[in-house]
């Protein structure tokens, strides 16, 4: 076993000389195992270790005795250990969601925090039978590629060293190093989804490749090196298609089919936080072809619109009806914003009538350096400035003629008399 906990520490660099870890101890096998092997290592990359168990609170006296069976182990093994208590059930119910998952959130939670707090690494052990179990469960929910590639063997601080390591040859180490260690009865029924595919899908398939689990990482290894390169080639999709105001459906539709849903993939949990089903990619792409919105929770949208992909979220409660009139050295808030007009009085003396305000029906603004006057709604749809966000726009303006907008800059006549946006106003 500690070959392949060797192989995972040098081929993905989990840890380096002076590291601190905090190994995700629940007192199973797993986890007895991960910190025997932790500190088997300690002197080689002179690691500060320390332990953390969260309690669950479900299995009452079964819960209890595990975590104190993590303090004698750690007390053992001269090793800080760091405890939570937490009522899983009640917090699940008030989130309405499952058990499982509630479980799950906090402990990556009290881990996270324990990390912040110590500059820690957090090491979980997670095998390669846990990886098997979440691949098939990925494939039973139609995942995409990146559900294939499992459980990563290194995300962000945290770290798996017996990600090629199977259950059984961990009940075999800890056998043989004589270390004991606790099992959760919940382990041992089908309530939990994982528990389910355990025992009913991973066990017949052992009988078609007693290797399911090796097998399984190599799926796992190429569906993780595939999805890194589709990854990189989407990023560069992204950056070739961006615009002022989104991202050119166009160009974004020039590529192959993989990278256009990918990069909406992408587009979603970066702009609207939010992680898109099939049905959302694929209604979205038929956006991209001609126009159209499609919600992607409450008031978030992916719209299209001039041949232009972009999320927003649509508030009702523009400043539409503002007006202020133009004073030098005048502070005043719009739109959540601080704007500073600096001192300046040839505006003042020369457009006595001018006022900051949103755009209205017949507003006209002269290009400079084009000696073109047209209107603003025409020099908008130009420039493709989204159309919900044009009445949230500011402007300066003298009767009809906008002397300055946002988005655009100064009109001719402001141009003519040297004054640029910077000496105009400041926006905070």
Same mark, same amino acid.
Not at 45 to 71: P, Q, S, T, V
Not at 149 to 175: F, H, M, W
Not at 223 to 239: C, D, G
Not at 395 to 401: M, T, V
């Given at each position: 076993?500690?070959?392949?906990?060797?192989?995972?520490?040098?081929?993905?660099?989990?840890?380096?000389?002076?590291?601190?870890?905090?190994?995700?101890?629940?007192?199973?096998?797993?986890?007895?195992?991960?910190?025997?092997?932790?500190?088997?290592?300690?002197?080689?990359?002179?690691?500060?270790?320390?332990?953390?168990?969260?309690?669950?609170?479900?299995?009452?006296?079964?819960?209890?005795?595990?975590?104190?069976?993590?303090?004698?182990?750690?007390?053992?093994? #001269? !090793?800080? $250990?760091?405890? *939570?208590? +937490? %009522?899983?059930?009640?917090?699940?119910?008030?989130?309405?969601? &499952? =058990?499982?998952?509630?479980?799950?959130?906090?402990?990556?939670?009290?881990?996270?925090?324990?990390?912040?707090?110590?500059?820690?690494?957090?090491?979980?052990?997670?095998?390669?039978?846990?990886?098997?179990?979440?691949?098939?469960?990925?494939?039973?929910?139609?995942?995409?590629?990146?559900?294939?590639?499992?459980?990563?063997?290194?995300?962000?601080?945290?770290?798996?060293?017996?990600?090629?390591?199977?259950?059984?040859?961990?009940?075999?180490?800890?056998?043989?190093?004589?270390?004991?260690?606790?099992?959760?009865?919940?382990?041992?029924?089908?309530?939990?989804?994982?528990?389910?595919?355990?025992? #009913? !899908?991973? $066990?017949?398939? *052992?009988? +078609? %490749?007693?290797?399911?689990?090796?097998?399984?990482?190599?799926? &796992? =290894?190429?569906?993780?090196?595939?999805?890194?390169?589709?990854?990189?080639?989407?990023?560069?999709?992204?950056?070739?298609?961006?615009?002022?105001?989104?991202?050119?459906?166009?160009?974004?539709?020039?590529?192959?089919?993989?990278?256009?849903?990918?990069?909406?993939?992408?587009?979603?949990?970066?702009?609207?936080?939010?992680?898109?089903?099939?049905?959302?990619?694929?209604?979205?792409?038929?956006?991209?072809?001609?126009?159209?919105?499609?919600?992607?929770?409450?008031?978030?949208?992916?719209?299209?619109?001039?041949?232009?992909?972009?999320?927003?979220?649509?508030?009702?409660?523009?400043?539409?009806?503002?007006?202020?009139?133009?004073?030098?050295?005048? %502070?005043?808030?719009?739109?959540?914003?601080?704007?500073?007009?600096?001192?300046?009085?040839?505006?003042?003396?020369?457009?006595?009538?001018?006022?900051?305000?949103?755009?209205?029906?017949?507003?006209?603004?002269?290009?400079?350096?084009?000696?073109?006057?047209?209107?603003?709604?025409?020099?908008?749809?130009?420039?493709?400035?989204?159309?919900?966000?044009?009445?949230?726009?500011?402007?300066?303006?003298?009767?009809?003629?906008?002397?300055?907008?946002?988005?655009?800059?100064?009109?001719?006549?402001?141009?003519?008399?040297?004054?640029?946006?910077?000496?105009?106003?400041?926006?905070?």
């Amino acid at each position: 076993m500690k070959d392949k906990v060797v192989r995972a520490l040098q081929q993905y660099s989990m840890l380096n000389q002076g590291d601190s870890v905090i190994v995700a101890l629940s007192g199973g096998a797993d986890s007895v195992a991960l910190l025997n092997v932790i500190c088997s290592f300690k002197e080689k990359y002179n690691l500060k270790i320390y332990a953390a168990h969260l309690n669950h609170g479900i299995r009452g006296e079964e819960a209890e005795r595990d975590e104190n069976f993590c303090k004698i182990l750690c007390d053992k093994l #001269n !090793v800080e $250990l760091f405890t *939570k208590h +937490i %009522n899983i059930r009640q917090l699940a119910k008030a989130q309405k969601i &499952s =058990e499982e998952l509630c479980g799950r959130n906090e402990r990556y939670s009290f881990f996270e925090d324990l990390s912040r707090r110590l500059k820690a690494k957090i090491a979980t052990a997670h095998t390669a039978s846990d990886n098997a179990e979440t691949v098939l469960f990925n494939l039973a929910r139609g995942s995409s590629l990146g559900g294939i590639s499992g459980i990563l063997p290194v995300r962000d601080n945290i770290i798996r060293p017996l990600i090629y390591v199977t259950r059984a040859e961990v009940e075999q180490y800890c056998k043989e190093n004589n270390l004991d260690y606790v099992t959760d009865s919940t382990n041992l029924t089908d309530d939990y989804t994982r528990n389910h595919i355990r025992h #009913n !899908v991973i $066990l017949p398939l *052992k009988k +078609i %490749n007693p290797n399911l689990e090796q097998a399984i990482t190599r799926l &796992s =290894e190429n569906a993780m090196q595939t999805s890194a390169y589709i990854n990189t080639q989407t990023k560069n999709a992204i950056e070739q298609s961006r615009s002022k105001y989104g991202f050119l459906c166009k160009k974004l539709l020039s590529y192959d089919e993989v990278i256009v849903k990918n990069s909406i993939v992408m587009l979603c949990k970066k702009y609207a936080d939010f992680s898109p089903e099939h049905r959302h990619i694929e209604l979205i792409i038929k956006a991209m072809h001609s126009a159209g919105a499609t919600e992607l929770y409450n008031n978030c949208f992916a719209v299209v619109k001039q041949g232009v992909l972009r999320f927003d979220k649509i508030d009702n409660k523009n400043d539409i009806a503002f007006i202020r009139p133009f004073k030098s050295n005048d %502070n005043f808030i719009f739109g959540k914003k601080l704007y500073s007009i600096k001192n300046n009085s040839l505006i003042e003396n020369r457009f006595k009538n001018a006022v900051f305000r949103t755009r209205k029906s017949k507003d006209t603004f002269e290009c400079a350096g084009r000696n073109i006057n047209k209107s603003l709604r025409k020099l908008m749809n130009e420039l493709k400035i989204p159309s919900e966000k044009r009445d949230a726009l500011l402007l300066l303006a003298d009767g009809n003629e906008v002397l300055w907008c946002e988005e655009i800059g100064v009109s001719k006549t402001l141009y003519d008399l040297n004054i640029c946006e910077e000496n105009l106003l400041k926006c905070q």
